[in-house]
T-cell receptor, first 114, second 114 residues
């Protein structure tokens, strides 16, 4: 079990460019989450899929951020027109189900917008 | 909405001394409570969870009791080691929720000096 795999581990983009982050959840896990981590805000929930369907995107900035899960083996987080304040570690996580089952995190993608 | 408040770090202590990281929570639902630990370059990983009030969770010498009356879930360890240096996150999820969206505290950085 390789755990949750996130690629790339580091990404540097210029202001205004697009960034796409990739996540491969643990095989068999039905729930996939995206979180953003910064020093100031800590771990912030962005969005959540269950069986590939979007369930809760209440944490997603309404403009420029989008997430998809085209199949059960990967999810993407896309940020259009990146801004310096988007610089953060983006964490993907997966779990077998709901109600307090263990959530497993990937190592994250560190996005730096210059 | 749900919220978690925990000790502000960094907490610096010497090997062999005791550690307490305070955690309090607010939710209108019945939560499962978690402690996660994050090491440099890694995603958060589960330390332990407690789904029921008045029960204690423990792992690797760390423990915490789910105090429903006080809405607290303080992390304790009697004798820390240098390898315990990490960031510790208190978190909750509504137990009966079909989802599994974790609400995290800000995180407490713990530094253990040899």
């Amino acid at each position: 079990n390789a755990g949750v795999i996130q690629t790339p581990r580091h990404k540097v983009t210029g202001k205004g460019q697009e960034a796409t982050l990739w996540c491969e959840p643990i095989s068999g896990h039905s729930a996939v989450f995206w979180y953003r981590q910064t020093i100031v805000q800590g771990l912030e929930f962005l969005t959540y899929f269950r069986n590939q369907a979007p369930i809760d995107d209440s944490g997603m900035p309404k403009e420029r951020f989008s997430a998809q899960m085209p199949n059960q083996s990967h999810s993407t987080l896309k940020i259009q027109s990146t801004q310096p304040q988007d610089s953060a570690v983006y964490l993907c996580a997966s779990s077998l189900g709901g109600g307090g089952t263990e959530v497993f995190f990937g190592k994250g993608t560190r996005l730096t917008v210059v | 909405g749900d919220s978690v408040t925990q000790t502000e770090g960094p907490v610096t202590l010497s090997e062999g001394t005791s550690l307490t990281v305070n955690c309090s929570y607010e939710t209108k639902q019945y939560p499962t409570l978690f402690w996660y630990v994050q090491y440099p370059g890694e995603g958060p990983q589960l330390l332990f969870k407690v789904p029921k009030a008045n029960e204690k969770g423990s792992n690797r010498g760390f423990e915490a009791t789910y105090n429903k009356e006080a809405t607290s879930f303080h992390l304790q360890k009697a004798s820390v080691q240098e390898s315990d240096s990490a960031v510790y996150y208190c978190a909750l999820v509504p137990t009966n929720s079909a989802g599994n969206k974790l609400t995290f505290g800000i995180g407490t950085r713990v530094l253990v000096r040899p």
